[in-house]
């Protein structure tokens, strides 16, 4: 990577997001084509694995970044403004149906998924333990790699709220996911 490449990349999509909020509907579909998978990607962890929530919650996000991008004032990354767009979505939504289980189905000690499909499995029952607070502040800041302050905007939270959901939830992990700690 060239020295100049991400100052590049990001003047191109500020170029890009100018041009979309301009009505350059073919500028905005490359911003859709830069960040969907992404935005489906984080919305299908929030989502617990239900892909046709979290692709709705994505299209719906679109849909109000189309819309609002005239107004976007680029205080913040297109990335992370785009994202609490899609949390706004997600809290507009009628409450979701309650689980019947939130763990993953117990495959017992020998599984003939790939190597690490154990690993995942309990990461997932991990991360079903955490808090709904925790568990969203932890997959922004680490799933979605923005930093807590963006997380703070994303989830309109005060800066120290989300720091101390992070370490909350790592912490929660750490004692859940100790058995792992010295596996081969």
């Given amino acids: 990577m060239t020295p100049g490449a991400p100052a590049a990349s990001v003047q191109a999509e500020a170029m890009l997001v100018a041009r979309a909020a301009a009505g350059d509907r073919s500028a905005f579909a490359v911003l859709v084509q830069a960040h ?4 489906r990607k984080l919305l299908g962890r929030v989502c617990r694995g239900d892909q046709g929530r ?3 919650l994505a299209q719906e996000a679109f849909v109000r970044a189309w819309r609002a991008l005239p107004r976007f ?6 990335r992370t403004w785009l994202t609490r767009l899609a949390y706004s979505a997600l ?3 009628r409450p979701a149906l309650p689980w019947a ?11 003939d998924f ?5 690993w995942r499995i309990d990461l997932d029952r991990a991360m079903a333990g955490l808090s709904e607070a925790q568990r969203h502040a932890l997959l ?5 790699d923005l930093s807590h302050a963006e997380a703070a905007l994303v989830l309109g939270w005060p800066l120290g709220t989300v720091k101390t959901q992070v370490l909350r939830a790592k912490a929660r992990l750490r004692a859940q996911l100790q058995a792992w700690e010295n596996t081969p």
Wanted: aromatic share 8%; with cysteine; charged share 25%.
């Fill in 101 to 111: 289980d939130d763990a993953p189905p117990d495959l017992g000690a020998q599984s």
């Fill in 36 to 39: 969907q998978g992404y935005l």
């Fill in 73 to 78: 004032r680029s205080e913040a990354r297109f």
């Fill in 114 to 118: 790939a190597p690490g499909a154990d």
């Fill in 140 to 144: 922004l800041c680490y799933g979605a």
């Fill in 91 to 93: 809290s507009a939504e």
């Fill in 54 to 56: 979290a692709d709705d």
